[in-house]
């Protein structure tokens, strides 16, 4: 089943694996009446239906080949490049743990998981409360410390071999990620993306092997 989520200003984005693409934009032209042209440039490709309604893909890896505006439904250049193979860094963070690792094409070579015991925010107040945050503080440094390391190891030395990193988890703690000077190149190559994902583990880090290969459909309906 293809994930779906609300984008901002209207409108959903909906996941869908490549192999599945063309039969997905099949079935939209059919409920909006057909399509009256696709456009596509270096960075976008946006189908236009009869009603009204527009599907929409930025690339996410490389480019797309630009073909301009174009009657019907031509799916050539977007089709190309989300079936392209590629090698992909995976790097999955949460405060209370890390999955890290390489795809290819959907399937992990190597990775690294790890989970770290960050506790909840306790309600209580005065001193005790300000231990329990120290505490927690404590926690998350080291296991956000642990993340930095392990994707050093896993990811920095193999960024030559990669075509895209694609990050996933927790916002904020992928931004504490950031500053370290080891990941530079690693999040020089991220993907605009951020997979919303459970707790880091293997499976996890399976799922999202699969998912980075998705490609993000942004659908508008006409209003």
């Given at each position: 089943?293809?994930?779906?989520r609300?984008?901002?200003?209207?409108?959903r984005?909906?996941?869908?694996?490549?192999?599945?693409?063309e039969g997905?934009?099949?079935?939209?032209?059919?409920?909006?009446?057909?399509v009256?042209?696709?456009?596509?440039?270096?960075?976008?490709?946006?189908?236009?239906?009869v009603?009204?309604?527009?599907?929409?893909?930025?690339?996410?890896?490389?480019?797309?080949?630009?073909q301009?505006?174009?009657?019907?439904?031509?799916?050539?250049?977007?089709?190309?490049?989300?079936?392209?193979?590629?090698?992909?860094?995976?790097?999955?963070?949460r405060?209370?743990?890390?999955?890290?690792?390489?795809a290819?094409?959907?399937?992990v070579?190597?990775?690294?998981?790890?989970s770290?015991?960050?506790?909840?925010?306790?309600?209580?107040?005065?001193?005790?409360?300000?231990?329990f945050?120290?505490?927690?503080?404590?926690q998350?440094?080291?296991a956000?410390?642990?993340?930095?390391?392990?994707?050093?190891?896993?990811?920095?030395?193999?960024?030559?071999?990669?075509?895209?990193?694609?990050?996933?988890?927790?916002?904020?703690?992928?931004?504490?990620?950031?500053?370290?000077?080891?990941?530079g190149?690693?999040?020089a190559?991220a993907?605009?993306?951020?997979?919303?994902?459970?707790?880091?583990?293997?499976?996890?880090?399976?799922?999202?092997?699969?998912?980075?290969?998705?490609?993000?459909?942004?659908?508008r309906?006409?209003?």
């Amino acid at each position: 089943m293809s994930r779906v989520r609300p984008v901002a200003g209207g409108g959903r984005a909906v996941e869908v694996p490549p192999e599945r693409l063309e039969g997905w934009f099949d079935r939209f032209a059919s409920r909006h009446g057909g399509v009256v042209s696709t456009s596509v440039t270096a960075s976008r490709c946006l189908v236009t239906a009869v009603d009204g309604a527009t599907a929409s893909v930025s690339a996410a890896f490389g480019e797309f080949t630009p073909q301009g505006d174009v009657d019907g439904l031509v799916l050539d250049a977007l089709l190309a490049n989300a079936c392209a193979p590629r090698r992909i860094g995976l790097l999955l963070v949460r405060l209370g743990g890390h999955s890290i690792g390489v795809a290819q094409d959907g399937e992990v070579l190597v990775s690294t998981t790890d989970s770290r015991q960050v506790h909840g925010r306790n309600k209580a107040g005065g001193w005790s409360q300000q231990r329990f945050a120290r505490r927690r503080e404590g926690q998350a440094r080291v296991a956000l410390q642990a993340a930095a390391d392990d994707a050093a190891r896993v990811l920095a030395p193999r960024v030559g071999e990669l075509d895209a990193v694609v990050l996933g988890g927790d916002r904020q703690a992928l931004d504490a990620l950031r500053g370290d000077r080891r990941l530079g190149e690693v999040f020089a190559l991220a993907s605009p993306r951020v997979l919303d994902v459970p707790e880091p583990r293997r499976a996890v880090l399976d799922e999202a092997a699969v998912r980075a290969r998705a490609v993000e459909v942004v659908v508008r309906e006409n209003p």
